[in-house]
């Protein structure tokens, strides 16, 4: 393993998947084009939380868009960090702000965006996206921007 990466403990190594929500799990690396914007995108098609109310499963598809800044987050801890709501109890909206937020703690992206995809329920489906940029750049302005143009 690469000298840069040896704080990864994730990576490479068997990991246990936690029963309660862990955002401890979430690791870094540094941004080997930090002159760069670009966009780094994750798809989670088998997210599964439990309706607070119900305790029923609720499934979703999470999608996480971002531009770094100097930190990214690792791959193989952030589906470890997904996958620690499976027991977690959390409305759709709560899940979708919590994950953003434990992002922005990590990483402080110079934008980020979350959407989940849940299946229906009822015979209703709820897609909640939740964005940021960060304040006072143009990020802030995207931020503003994708949030009301948001589909």
């Not at 979430?26 to 939380?49: I, M, S």
């Not at 990483?107 to 965006?113: F, L, R, S």
């Not at 299946?119 to 209703?124: A, H, L, Q, S, T």
């Amino acid at each position: 393993m690469d000298r840069k990466q040896e704080h990864l403990k994730a990576l490479g190594n068997e990991a246990a998947i936690a029963t309660t929500y862990t955002p401890e799990v979430l690791e870094t690396f540094e941004n080997q084009h930090q002159e760069n914007d670009y966009w780094v995108r994750f798809n989670c098609p088998e997210f599964t939380a439990l309706c607070p109310v119900t305790g029923q499963p609720d499934f979703a598809e999470i999608r996480i868009c971002y531009i770094p800044d100097k930190r990214m987050v690792e791959s193989k801890s952030l589906k470890l960090y997904l996958f620690s709501f499976r027991n977690h109890g959390g409305f759709h909206e709560d899940c979708v702000n919590v994950i953003m937020k434990d992002l922005i703690k990590l990483m402080d992206p110079k934008y980020i965006e979350v959407t989940g995809l849940f299946v229906p329920r009822g015979g209703i489906s709820i897609y909640p996206y939740a964005n940021y940029g960060r304040p006072g750049t143009k990020y802030e302005h995207l931020a503003e921007e994708r949030l009301f143009n948001h589909q």
